[in-house]
């Protein structure tokens, strides 16, 4: 039988990794068959889980993460991201949950790859914005967000295809704040006809 001053040791070795790891590992978002830790807003039947994967298919909704009391600041968040044919959606960051509307806190990362809006995949949305689709539709490619200090890099399929520093001096905007600050993530249900689909959703700490 091990002493009882062995069994301390080995709980303080594990706490000590835990917060380690926390600060500096990837951690996931989701268990691939749940709702836990996310809350969806107005029209939460939009919201489906399909093959692992979160499904958004009806009429505005955004889905908050809220399984983690402590803020994101600086982070790197990655998932795997499809669309089909016409469909629009986005990824926020910095944000907070919002019971219905257009979320005001925080950054939109679009996803559109043949939607009507022309701001495309990528994109830091009405903030920089690409114009020209980086994957395609029917197909998985990957999503990745790193915010660093006052840079935010968004890369698909491992190539940056936005890269912006905010200026120093920068004010929230009345209606959409799009300023760095801190927050957590959402993900978008755009409208009835965009049906797209998130999975293997993962996030880091940097601070």
């Not at 836990?36 to 399909?50: L, P, Q, Y």
């Not at 907070?96 to 809006?117: C, I, L, M, R």
């Not at 903030?127 to 968004?154: C, L, S």
Request: hydrophobic share 30%.
């Amino acid at each position: 039988m091990r002493s009882i001053s062995t069994i301390a040791a080995t709980l303080l070795a594990l706490v000590s990794f835990g917060s380690f790891a926390a600060a500096g590992e990837w951690t996931s978002l989701f268990d691939g068959k749940s709702f836990d830790g996310w809350k969806a807003s107005e029209n939460s039947d939009s919201w489906t889980i399909e093959d692992g994967a979160f499904k958004c298919s009806g009429p505005r909704s955004h889905l908050f993460y809220v399984g983690d009391e402590k803020p994101w600041d600086d982070f790197e968040f990655r998932c795997k991201a499809k669309t089909t044919k016409g469909s629009n959606s986005g990824i926020y960051f910095h944000t907070d949950y919002q019971e219905s509307g257009w979320p005001k806190g925080g950054f939109e990362a679009q996803v559109n790859n043949t939607g009507s809006d022309p701001k495309k995949t990528g994109s830091l949305y009405a903030v920089q914005n690409v114009m020209e689709a980086p994957a395609n539709d029917n197909e998985w490619f990957d999503y990745h967000i790193k915010v660093d200090g006052r840079d935010i890099t968004i890369s698909i399929n491992g190539e940056a295809v936005t890269e912006y520093t905010e200026p120093e001096g920068t004010k929230p905007g009345k209606r959409f704040e799009r300023a760095l600050s801190e927050g957590t993530f959402a993900f978008q249900a755009h409208d009835p006809k965009s049906v797209a689909y998130f999975k293997d959703i993962e996030v880091k700490r940097l601070d």
